[in-house]
């Protein structure tokens, strides 16, 4: 029997949806998540992050305590994570990628995996990005099925142009890369109809989801940015323009930040000059009365079974 003593956690989510194919590890399917509900309400105390931070730092938080918080603002936080949240009377946090909020197509990095690998485009094409010419060559390899039954080894020669593309856009500016995705899309010849599964809400979504206050918002910069890639001004405009649109769209103070990827000592001083008060991280471990109060560790959730989502929870506290 496990017996190792619980310790307070901050949960990190993305998506609540099937997803059979779920390349990044983004998605939790709604049964999936349904059970980690289950066991969060059975072994857990889950508090809402405002609260869950404040009595972390004045060290009245209970050792079993748990916050659940959502990254990016993906619309299946309202459809099929709110319902689920809200039968269990289980708070959470979304964190805003507030650049792509109102739009009608997918994040990027779920479109550009969409079309790579479920595309029927070409089997080879060549994209431009910054002057550099890479060259993609799929070979004989089909796409996948949208069941993701596909056979694995299939897929190599895709999950890696996959891979060589994702981390070649990642650190433009936002307009180049909208653009090389409009270029992309004209490769493959297609609308690509699933796109909308994987959207952002709209602002008066967003109004929608926190209309109740069972969950709260919080900024996660302009356009998902590495922010430590960024220059000091840019940094800080992500940062501050992010809690101004989150505040617009809700009309209430947003005193909580959520990290894309990595960040610096700029991005952090960044993000306390901008007027929050608490920032969450996205690397993994439990919380603690001497964690950084600008840098909250959060443990990443992937789409697992109630069983083995109980295990993880109990493998950090033993572990941290």
């Not at 309400?41 to 809402?48: E, K, L, Q, S």
């Not at 869950?52 to 079993?64: I, K, S, W």
């Amino acid at each position: 029997m496990w017996t190792t003593d619980p310790k307070p956690l901050i949960l990190m989510y993305h998506r609540i949806a099937n997803d059979p194919i779920n390349h990044w590890g983004l998605a939790v399917s709604p049964s999936h998540f349904e059970e980690h509900l289950c066991v969060l309400y059975r072994t857990r105390r889950p508090v809402a992050l405002t609260k869950f931070v404040r009595n972390l730092m004045a060290g009245t938080l209970p050792a079993n305590a748990v916050a659940l918080t959502f990254d990016d603002g993906y619309v299946d936080n309202l459809i099929a994570g709110k319902p689920r949240l809200a039968a269990a009377d289980i708070p959470a946090t979304v964190f805003l990628a507030t650049g792509y909020l109102d739009r009608s197509e997918a994040f990027w990095w779920d479109e550009l995996a969409s079309l790579i690998l479920l595309g029927n485009g070409p089997q080879s094409f060549e994209v431009v990005i910054r002057g550099e010419a890479l060259e993609v060559d799929f070979g004989t390899d089909p796409p996948a099925r949208e069941n993701g039954t596909t056979r694995a080894e299939s897929l190599v020669r895709r999950r890696a142009a996959l891979w060589m593309l994702r981390q070649a856009l990642r650190p433009l500016e936002e307009e180049e890369r909208r653009l090389t995705m409009v270029n992309l899309r004209s490769i493959f010849g297609e609308r690509n109809d699933r796109a909308g599964l994987g959207r952002a809400m709209t602002s008066d979504e967003v109004r929608t989801i926190a209309s109740d206050g069972l969950v709260s918002i919080g900024a996660h910069t302009v356009t998902h940015p590495v922010l430590a890639r960024l220059g000091t001004a840019a940094c800080e405009r992500e940062i501050a323009e992010s809690k101004r649109a989150c505040e617009a769209v809700i009309g209430a103070p947003v005193t909580a930040f959520a990290y894309p990827y990595d960040f610096d000592v700029k991005a952090r001083e960044a993000v306390k000059a901008a007027g929050f008060t608490f920032a969450c991280a996205a690397q993994g471990g439990a919380a603690k009365a001497t964690s950084d109060i600008f840098a909250l560790p959060r443990l990443y959730v992937p789409d697992l079974g109630g069983d083995a989502f109980e295990q993880a929870l109990r493998a950090v506290s033993a572990s941290d």
